[in-house]
């Protein structure tokens, strides 16, 4: 018999397993939901009460759309972390079929393009009673109207490719449908992005590169949170570790790139003169962008330190990597609730 104590590594190996902890998941939510509600707050896009008097979309209705816009977000990058982990970073079997830890993730982006789903449902509901000033309870006639929105066509958009898409993974077997079902996220992420800041005037040349870039700048993100949450969900193997360190160094460097632009562009860099660095501090707009930046260089140095630290010394002591690995993906999650607070504010 073996009486020799276990080596850190093995330690990490079978609690990291299991996958994700239901204390780190939480602390995903936490992160996101809180960052989203004091954003909104701080920089002047949080849901203000109605002049007394007035009817329209409750407090509740109004707060639902970022809040269900976060949980669409989120259920979109778990999706596609797991899609991608299926194509790119999981082993196959002969013959193209999905591994077993390829499986788990097909099976897991099928629940959560459900939830993806479902909160593109609320956050299309919840979005035509604010734009139309309605409450909910007298949504249903003005259906035409809403219907007309072109956010709200853009959401039901998402919600058809997502359903399907949950139905494509739910079956999904080999890596080839795995290719199909990441092209279904893509399409599916790029619908609501054309009706945001970016797609206000369609025939500015200065909107469509904002746009552009913006779609480019969601997928990058997509890619580098959702296919750190599915590397350390499924799989220990060093060869996807350093496929996705590769990968993660590509879409570092794109979101900052893609990021820059954006921000510049709707600060006003086009015509005001740098709009970064006059309105990122007397804006709330400017200021979510700084804090932003703040975050983005907060994983860059991680990722840096990862790259120097822990992944030599992966063989030896993964729990580095991992613990790391877990700090990234709290900070990751703020930045989408900053990402969503931006989408709200003015």
Not at 271 to 283: A, C
Request: glycine share 12%; hydrophobic share 60%; net charge positive.
């Amino acid at each position: 018999m073996n009486n020799a104590p276990p080596r850190e590594g093995d330690s990490v190996e079978s609690a990291a397993s299991a996958g994700l902890t239901g204390r780190l998941m939480l602390g995903i939510v936490a992160s996101g939901i809180v960052v989203l509600v004091v954003a909104l707050l701080a920089a002047g896009g949080a849901p203000k009460p109605l002049p007394g008097g007035l009817a329209g979309a409750s407090m509740p209705v109004s707060w639902a759309v970022p809040v269900l816009r976060l949980i669409a977000d989120a259920a979109a990058v778990a999706c596609g972390g797991a899609v991608l982990a299926a194509v790119l970073l999981l082993k196959a079997d002969d013959g193209g079929k999905l591994g077993k830890q390829g499986l788990r993730a097909a099976q897991d982006a099928a629940v959560a393009a459900g939830v993806w789903a479902v909160a593109s449902i609320g956050g299309l509901i919840a979005t035509a009673s604010v734009i139309l000033g309605v409450p909910l309870a007298h949504l249903s006639s003005h259906a035409e109207l809403a219907g007309s929105l072109d956010q709200v066509r853009a959401l039901a958009v998402a919600v058809a490719l997502t359903a399907v898409l949950a139905v494509v993974l739910s079956g999904c077997r080999t890596v080839a449908t795995a290719r199909v079902a990441l092209v279904l996220t893509a399409a599916a992420l790029v619908g609501p992005l054309l009706t945001g800041h970016g797609a206000i005037e369609r025939t500015n040349a200065w909107s469509v590169l904002a746009t552009g870039s913006l779609v480019v700048h969601v997928f990058a993100a997509v890619a580098w949170i959702g296919g750190l949450g599915a590397l350390v969900r499924y799989t220990r193997d060093h060869a996807a570790i350093d496929t996705f360190s590769r990968l993660a160094l590509v879409c570092a460097v794109t979101i900052g790139a893609t990021g820059l632009l954006t921000a510049e562009i709707h600060l006003g860099g086009r015509e005001d003169g740098w709009g970064l660095l006059t309105q990122w501090v007397t804006t709330g707009y400017g200021a979510l962008v700084f804090a932003k930046a703040v975050a983005f260089a907060v994983l860059v140095a991680i990722g840096w330190w990862h790259r120097r630290a822990t992944l030599p010394a992966l063989a030896d002591r993964p729990a580095l990597f991992y613990r790391l690995a877990a700090v990234e993906l709290l900070v990751m999650a703020g930045t989408v609730g900053l990402a969503v607070a931006l989408s709200r504010t003015p």
